[in-house]
């Protein structure tokens, strides 16, 4: 492996791990502060892409609109179903096993909703067609720069959120301990409103972006949601920064890997990092908080 062909596909990994970054983000917060391991997280990315791409194609909304509206489209699905699902299965006291179980049904729900309702076929949007740009010898195609920078600014929002706003306070606290938190006034239902919220639009805006790079197909997201626990995981528990930085690892490896084991097996790689992360150091490499 020349080193031109490393710094590309070391480009390739930025750009995944940004997407893997950002869906990685809503996963945490949802087990951080509602205790929920998702397994549907990844097909609520995958129909935040197709949100994206309905508005784009059918109704010829400029790319960067259609990732907002499918944004409020996917935070519309969350919400409905922490309504229908989750809320319920928290006044019932549901273990942690049963709701996994429900989050595997709902994932396999909206999957085999999205291919009802627009087939199994491989999506596009409706994009111009745009010259790769070449940098020291490295062609980087000009929508993974755009992922990128989407990412950080995303990245930024969140800190500044989290750190700055008096709901991002709220969330920390409650991640921390809820029966503390309620105690001394916050409001606890509305921080999950919240919670949802930002996870959904997280979720909607790495699903969309990673239209851009790929092409939108049905199961895009359930086979990014290994990688999405492999980077939660790897980064800590409930801790959105570790989540960050384990997608940005988990998007270099699998990549870099790529000449060595073939692109068949990213996602053994992603599992054998989770593996030898939790035998290794359980807790991940950040504390899992928030």
Same mark, same amino acid.
Request: aromatic share 8%; net charge positive; no cysteine.
């Given at each position: 492996?020349?080193?031109?062909?490393?710094?590309?596909?070391?480009?390739?990994?930025?750009?995944?791990? *940004?997407?893997?970054?950002? @869906?990685?983000?809503?996963?945490?917060?949802?087990?951080?502060?509602?205790?929920?391991?998702?397994?549907?997280?990844?097909?609520?990315?995958?129909?935040?892409?197709? /949100?994206?791409?309905?508005?784009?194609? $059918?109704?010829?909304?400029?790319?960067? %609109? *259609?990732?907002?509206?499918?944004?409020?489209?996917?935070?519309? @699905?969350?919400?409905?179903?922490?309504?229908?699902?989750?809320? &319920?299965?928290?006044?019932?006291? !549901?273990?942690?096993?049963?709701?996994?179980?429900?989050s595997i049904g709902l994932a396999l729900f909206l999957r085999n909703g999205i291919i009802f309702i627009w087939g199994g076929?491989?999506?596009?949007?409706?994009? &111009?067609?745009?010259?790769?740009?070449? %940098? /020291?010898?490295?062609?980087?195609?000009?929508?993974?720069?755009?992922?990128?920078?989407?990412?950080?600014?995303?990245?930024?929002a969140l800190h500044l959120l989290l750190q700055n706003t008096k709901i991002g306070k709220a969330m920390r606290a409650v991640?921390?301990?809820?029966?503390?938190?309620?105690?001394?006034?916050?409001?606890?239902?509305?921080?999950?409103?919240?919670?949802?919220?930002?996870?959904? *639009?997280?979720?909607?805006?790495?699903?969309?972006?990673?239209?851009?790079?790929? !092409?939108?197909?049905?199961?895009?997201?359930?086979?990014?949601?290994l990688p999405m626990f492999a980077s939660v995981i790897l980064g800590g528990i409930g801790n959105p920064y570790g989540a960050? $930085?384990?997608?940005?690892?988990?998007?270099?490896?699998?990549?870099?890997?790529?000449?060595?084991?073939?692109?068949?097996?990213?996602?053994?790689?992603?599992?054998?990092?989770?593996?030898?992360?939790?035998?290794?150091?359980?807790?991940?490499? /950040?504390?899992?908080?928030?």
């Amino acid at each position: 492996m020349d080193l031109q062909q490393t710094a590309q596909l070391f480009v390739n990994g930025i750009a995944v791990g *940004s997407v893997i970054a950002l @869906a990685a983000v809503g996963l945490t917060l949802t087990y951080g502060i509602l205790r929920l391991s998702n397994f549907a997280h990844g097909d609520f990315m995958t129909l935040g892409a197709y /949100f994206t791409w309905l508005a784009n194609t $059918a109704a010829g909304i400029n790319i960067w %609109l *259609s990732m907002m509206l499918g944004a409020v489209g996917t935070v519309a @699905a969350m919400l409905l179903s922490e309504k229908i699902i989750w809320s &319920p299965m928290r006044d019932r006291r !549901a273990t942690s096993t049963t709701l996994i179980i429900i989050s595997i049904g709902l994932a396999l729900f909206l999957r085999n909703g999205i291919i009802f309702i627009w087939g199994g076929g491989n999506q596009s949007y409706a994009l &111009p067609v745009v010259t790769a740009i070449e %940098l /020291f010898g490295i062609r980087i195609a000009f929508y993974r720069i755009l992922v990128v920078i989407l990412a950080i600014l995303a990245i930024v929002a969140l800190h500044l959120l989290l750190q700055n706003t008096k709901i991002g306070k709220a969330m920390r606290a409650v991640a921390d301990n809820v029966d503390l938190a309620r105690v001394t006034g916050i409001n606890v239902d509305r921080v999950v409103i919240w919670t949802w919220v930002i996870a959904g *639009s997280l979720t909607a805006l790495g699903g969309g972006m990673y239209g851009l790079i790929t !092409a939108v197909r049905p199961n895009m997201g359930w086979f990014l949601i290994l990688p999405m626990f492999a980077s939660v995981i790897l980064g800590g528990i409930g801790n959105p920064y570790g989540a960050i $930085a384990g997608a940005l690892i988990i998007g270099l490896v699998q990549e870099l890997s790529v000449p060595f084991l073939g692109s068949e097996y990213k996602l053994g790689v992603a599992l054998l990092m989770m593996i030898v992360v939790l035998l290794i150091r359980p807790q991940g490499l /950040f504390k899992g908080t928030l």
